[in-house]
Nanobody, 129 residues
Framework: QVQLVESGGGSVQAGGSLRVSCVGSGYPGNPSLMGWFRQAPGKEREGVATFYTGRATTYYADSVKGRFTISQGNAKNTVYLQMNNLEPEDTAMYYC??????????????????????WGQGTQVTVSS
């Protein structure tokens, strides 16, 4: 019954900004991990920006550090990804993901796909040069 719905994708020129949103519903409880992944054609799905809720800790892929920011709205079921200084290499389908299995912080792998069991359908982001 958990649903994650993304929105806000679109086309933008290199150097521009975009904010994608994820609205969740049907949560059985508070998620332990939540965040954003992306996948370009012919490439593996990769973690972009996530957070561990129990410690309020954020994690970013090296390729987006300093450019992307993950945050939550006042409604805790809403998560945003602010993307600045976009590059053509950022072009991908962006997915919202969540996991409800609480683990010690030392055991989590927050930017790996296998750490998440719930996924949205994705929103396309295209960056032109």
């Amino acid at each position: 019954q958990v649903q994650l719905v993304e929105s806000g994708g679109g086309s933008v020129q290199a150097g521009g900004s975009l904010r994608v949103s994820c609205v969740g519903s049907g949560y059985p409880g508070n998620p332990s991990l939540m965040g954003w992944f992306r996948q370009a054609p012919g490439k593996e799905r990769e973690g972009v920006a996530t957070f561990y809720t129990g410690r309020a800790t954020t994690y970013y892929a090296d390729s987006v550090k300093g450019r992307f920011t993950i945050s939550q709205g006042n409604a805790k079921n809403t998560v945003y990804l602010q993307m600045n200084n976009l590059e053509p290499e950022d072009t991908a389908m962006y997915y919202c993901a969540a996991d409800f299995r609480w683990r010690p912080m030392t055991d989590i792998q927050p930017l790996e796909v296998h750490s998440y069991n719930y996924w949205g359908q994705g929103t396309q982001v295209t960056v032109s040069s």
